[in-house]
């Protein structure tokens, strides 16, 4: 008799999903991304003209898909290693620190201020006014071939989708996302249909992708 008991509590914990679905939790995401911010910024800006990419407002999913791609090694990266580990950063903490950084919202432009904003609020405002620069090159052709190859998954003007995990494209360093597309060209890092898209993209096509996504974000 005892015995069932057990079993039917065993069972019925397992069935509430508590046992296996990690809690988010912002407070332990923003505490974790203290460490992140070493490199990605503060409020996940990214730094260094894009060695650090910018990880601010993407879909968690994709966030936390990647960092799983680090810890696995699918993804290769030096810097990374000693952040995406089972010590440094177990499983059940990436929904939390995927969460955090998505939510964060960088603003293209300085706001209106009325008179009641104080000067430090302004700069905490200042702090998250994040634009990529604009890049040299044909952007009528990098459209042309953005809207025929790229817009299907990455969204109108490179924006993303809600709910996706399918990375937006503006707002993204132009020098990170050209590094990234090498790595699909020559299988270093997978990406649907890689061979199709971008085995045999020209260095001019790559640069007019990446003038035109430049300016998506302005
Ligand atoms: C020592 C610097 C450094 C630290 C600290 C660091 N990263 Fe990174 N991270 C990088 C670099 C460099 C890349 C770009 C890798 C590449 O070029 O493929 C990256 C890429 C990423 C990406 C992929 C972004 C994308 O658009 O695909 C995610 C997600 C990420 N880091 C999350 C984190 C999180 C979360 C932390 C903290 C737990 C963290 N990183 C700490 C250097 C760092
Ligand atoms: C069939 C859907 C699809 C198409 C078409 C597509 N992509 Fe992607 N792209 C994705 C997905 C999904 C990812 C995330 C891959 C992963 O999980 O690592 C991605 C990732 C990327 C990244 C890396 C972003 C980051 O933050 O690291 C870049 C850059 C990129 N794509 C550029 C392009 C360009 C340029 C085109 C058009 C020439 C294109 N993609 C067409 C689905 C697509």
Request: a negative charge; charged letters at 30%; glycine letters at 8%.
């Amino acid at each position: 008799m005892m015995k069932i008991f057990i079993f039917l509590f065993i069972s019925l914990f397992l069935s509430s999903g508590y046992a296996v679905e990690p809690e988010i939790d912002l407070d332990l995401g923003e505490e974790i991304n203290q460490v992140c911010a070493g490199c990605h910024g503060e409020y996940g800006e990214g730094g260094k003209d894009g060695e650090y990419p910018r990880l601010a407002g993407l879909p968690a999913d994709y966030i936390a898909a990647q960092i799983k791609l680090f810890k696995n090694e699918k993804r290769k990266n030096m810097p990374m290693r000693p952040y995406a580990n089972d010590r440094e950063l177990p499983d059940e903490d990436i929904p939390s620190v995927a969460a955090f950084l998505s939510q964060i919202k960088l603003t293209s432009e300085m706001p209106d201020f009325d008179e009641t904003v104080t000067a430090y609020e302004k700069l905490l405002i200042a702090k998250k006014v994040f634009n990529i620069p604009k890049l040299e090159g044909d952007i009528e052709l990098g459209e042309e071939l953005y809207v025929d190859d790229c817009q299907l998954c990455h969204g109108k003007n490179g924006a993303g989708k809600d709910d996706s995990d399918t990375p937006p494209l503006a707002g993204q360093y132009t020098q990170y996302m050209t590094k990234q597309i090498l790595q699909f060209a020559n299988g270093e890092r997978w990406h649907e249909y890689a061979e199709e898209l971008f085995a045999e993209m020209e260095p001019e096509e790559i640069q007019a992708i990446m003038a035109y996504l430049s300016i998506t974000d302005d």
